[in-house]
């Protein structure tokens, strides 16, 4: 883009492309719907063996599928997306703020797959399986809806995968200023009771085993932060 186009065009740029992001989030959503099978074979997989879940809402599985096909068509188009606003803003940047920027972005997205990843295959199933066996009387029988059940999975996937994002937002807070080195080593344990708090919301299944699965990752995120952050 070039530097030397009036506010106009700049915007005249930027409506370019957020327009071009929304057509590649919606052919990845189109292509996400058509792969039903494929999709929720694939978010059914933590619900374990003899399990099912109840629909009692007659639009409920058709709004789900297209709530779903928007998630993931959105998180497939997202590395495009990005990258088309990275090159909007990149000629005003310099040479050494493009270097951080293009590694601030992989960083970023690398552990947010690598927090819902840890989800989907241990926190998840762990806190479904606890709670979807809980219950307070035998006169309460569990019947786990499919709206339930997404909007955990989904929920959870985002909160671990922001959870990650530890080591990159204290990195950028750093660069502007706001935190150094020394703070961080002073709260630790705060730090440390603070995640063990948001563990332990996030997985109610009350065992110090997935207490622990959670807090460790994200404990030893922190402590990567202190090592990465140079003042």
Not at 10 to 19: C, S, T
Request: charged share 10%; net charge neutral.
């Amino acid at each position: 883009m070039p530097e030397n186009l009036s506010f106009w065009d700049h915007l005249d740029e930027l409506r370019k492309v957020l327009l071009r992001s929304l057509c590649a989030w919606i052919v990845c959503s189109l292509a996400a719907f058509c792969c039903k099978d494929w999709l929720f074979a694939f978010l059914m997989r933590p619900l374990g063996e003899g399990q099912t879940l109840i629909n009692i809402d007659v639009t409920a599985q058709f709004v789900t599928h297209l709530q779903v096909s928007l998630c993931c068509g959105f998180v497939v188009a997202l590395p495009l997306i990005v990258w088309w606003l990275y090159g909007f803003v990149a000629p005003a940047l310099y040479q050494n703020e493009k270097r951080y920027s293009v590694t601030f972005m992989l960083c970023s997205v690398l552990l947010f797959v690598a927090g819902v990843a840890l989800n989907y295959l241990l926190i998840f199933p762990l806190s479904f399986r606890f709670l979807s066996m809980y219950q307070v009387s035998p006169l309460v029988v569990n019947q786990i809806s499919l709206g339930s059940y997404i909007s955990m999975l989904l929920v959870l996937s985002v909160m671990m995968g922001l959870l990650f994002e530890v080591p990159v937002l204290t990195w950028l807070l750093s660069k502007l200023g706001i935190l150094r080195r020394e703070h961080l080593k002073r709260y630790r344990g705060h730090v440390f009771v603070g995640i063990l708090i948001i563990a332990a919301v996030i997985t109610p299944t009350g065992d110090p085993f997935t207490l622990m699965l959670v807090t460790l990752p994200v404990y030893l995120l922190y402590e990567l932060s202190i090592l990465i952050i140079q003042t």
